[in-house]
């Protein structure tokens, strides 16, 4: 499928993305340590689907801006961005589908600005209510975080991972299922993370996220009225299950798809169900 590489200046910072069919506006956004070659084998299955798709490069990654300090990357900022991206490319709202770091902007665009979503897709990040909560009163949770707390250190995490290079990558996705990413896949996340400048925004998510005040976050839970699909691989090592499911109080219309053979990794390891999955949600039927 051709691909239209695109940039959009918003919010301040200037975005790229990659566009392809035509439809309802579906935004996908990419996790840690990815950009928007993360969603390579959703983007051909959504086009076909009837959806105009658009897979952007976060703030701080690959070839997209990468402003320099630790406060640029707070959360209200990143959805500010989405926000903005959909008014720029010509729509009122659209269908926000994100993975990882990406989910957790897709949940913020959904609560901060709800007016801009029209249906709403987590993959294996928990609304951010359940995530706090977690992080305050879990130690299985606490554990499987450590790396959250490690990258508060300032330059030493950039400085390890760029020199792990991509043996690093391969732990971080090591408990993907065989196959999952290949040599290529791994050649275009070592390019667009280890080189000059490429690591220190990604980690800035984390700083950001970690410095930011309970009191605040809990100001931000308002309910969420955009119909929501989490899915959710059962074999994360990252993030514990059971904060899958959010509360009901905030995300009322929502639909939880556990996949039991799945990673954290979930649209890489079973991207057929993925893309089913989202296909049926977002065109407002079951899968």
């Known amino acids: ?41 959703q983007i051909p299955a959504l086009a076909a689907a009837g959806f105009r798709v658009v897979a952007v490069d ?24 989405v926000a903005a991206l959909i008014a720029a490319l010509g729509e009122e709202r659209a269908h926000v589908v994100g993975h990882d770091w990406g989910a957790a902007v ?21 609304h951010p209510e359940r995530m706090l909560h977690f992080l305050r009163t879990s130690p299985g949770q606490m554990r499987r975080s450590w790396y ?36 290529e896949d791994l050649s275009r996340y070592e390019a667009a993370l280890m080189g000059p400048g490429g690591l220190k925004g990604p980690i800035d998510y984390y700083r950001a996220a970690l410095r930011q005040s309970p009191r605040r976050a809990k100001e931000q839970f308002t309910p969420i009225p955009a119909p929501t699909l989490v899915i959710w691989g059962q074999r994360d090592r990252h993030l514990l299950e ?37 296909v049926a949600h977002l065109q407002g039927a079951a899968a």
């Open 58 to 81: 976060l703030r701080g990654y690959a070839e997209s801006e990468k402003p320099p300090r630790w406060q640029d990357y707070r959360l209200e900022l990143l959805a500010g961005d």
């Open 148 to 183: 959250m707390f490690f990258f508060q250190i300032p330059w030493l995490p950039e400085r390890l991972l760029r020199r792990g290079g991509r043996r690093a990558l391969e732990r971080i996705y090591g408990d993907a299922r065989p196959g999952a990413f290949t040599a």
């Open 1 to 41: 499928m051709d691909l239209a590489d695109r940039y959009a200046t918003v919010n301040g910072v200037r975005l790229h993305y990659v566009e392809a069919g035509a439809g309802p506006l579906v935004v996908l956004l990419h996790g840690f340590p990815e950009f928007w070659w993360s969603w390579r084998r």
């Open 106 to 126: 897709a949940w913020a665009v959904a609560t901060l600005h709800p007016e801009r979503v029209d249906r709403l897709a987590a993959l294996n990040v928990p």
């Open 242 to 278: 059971a904060m899958a499911d959010p509360d009901p109080r905030l995300v009322p219309d929502v639909r939880v798809e556990r996949l039991p053979d799945a990673s954290h990794w979930v649209q890489h390891d079973e991207p057929e169900r993925v893309n089913a999955l989202l």
